[in-house]
């Protein structure tokens, strides 16, 4: 079964930056687009960013824009998540997904990994 395992989550200030990791176990994977989520207790989860399999087609969430940056190494089998400039609204579990195409709705990703924690503090 294919597996996505994302990394690089953790407790950072606001201002600081991180990059997440997500690994695909299969080299199907770098025909999928990777789309990265979150979300925060009690709400829904929310679009970050997306990436189709070429790397050609990013997508980002307005709240992100500017400040997160989407990649891929397909050879590596990995997506990274480049987060700059992070602020605590930034605090939160985030998903990487696997799908057919570059999406914003959850609803095109089949495969989803278990989340890694990012929290801001102020």
């Known amino acids: 079964q294919a597996q996505l395992v994302e990394s690089g989550g953790g407790l950072v200030q606001a201002g600081d930056s991180l990059r997440l990791s997500c690994a695909f176990s299969e080299r199907t994977f770098r025909s999928y687009a990777v789309g990265w989520f979150r979300q925060t207790p009690g709400k829904e989860r929310e679009f970050v960013s997306a990436?189709?399999?070429?790397?050609?087609?990013?997508l980002y969430a307005e709240s992100v824009k500017g400040r997160f940056s989407i990649s891929r190494d397909n050879p590596k089998n990995v997506v990274y998540l480049q987060m700059n400039n992070l602020i605590p609204e930034d605090t939160a579990v985030y998903f990487c997904a696997g799908g057919g195409v570059a999406a914003m709705t959850s609803l095109a990703y089949d495969y989803w990994g278990q989340g890694t924690q990012v929290t801001v503090s102020s």
């Open positions: 990436i189709s399999w070429s790397g050609k087609n990013r």
